[in-house]
């Protein structure tokens, strides 16, 4: 088993007041294998050093009644690919904590939704650095779709979320697949890709 313990350096950065993101840096992911096996426990912060600990996450897509889909770029002061365009939201869960409340519990906290019925649907596995940061991503990432329901708007945290976007699906799979799509999160792609070759039960619209 793996804990922050082991991995002593870099502490200082994560308890430097002048960095705004500090508590989460320091909350815990769950390190795993690569079949998704939990193996041990570090800090946000470690997991994301060069080159990266394989730890657990979660993207979310969330769908109107009309089947369009919400998108956000992740705010300026972001430790990993700032200002990118990415999924509704990301996160970790903590050690042992299911996938579908930590989700449930992030749509809370950036965008002001609650009790949002989330289906996982599939894992997309993916390893990305961001040269802007030194940062690095290497997730067993679990991707979960929901339906906003009618009536209700999300509110997104600036400290979280610079813009939202809502847009068609099949437009946003033409964008991606063309070259040169710097401004969208590495991780999008293969999020949407999962999406499109699982199976929600019907929660959310899917192409043909």
Known sequence: MTSAADHPGAATDVEDGANP????????????DERGAAVGSTSVDLAHRAPGLLHRAFSVLLFDGSGRLLLQ???ARKTRFALCLANTCCGH????EPVTVAAARRLGE???L???????IGVYRYRAADPASNRVENEFDH?????LPAGRQPVA????????????PEQLGRDLAAPGQERYAPWLHGVIATWRSGRDGGVCPRPA
């Open 157 to 168: 945290d600036p400290a979280e979320v610079a813009e939202l976007h809502w847009v068609d």
């Open 93 to 96: 869960p903590g050690p042992l």
């Open 73 to 75: 770029r992740r705010a």
């Open 143 to 147: 991707v979960l779709v929901g339906l």
């Open 110 to 112: 950036e965008l002001g």
């Open 114 to 120: 609650h009790a949002v019925d989330l289906t996982e």
């Open 21 to 32: 993101y500090a508590w989460r840096e320091a909350e815990s992911v769950e390190l795993v």
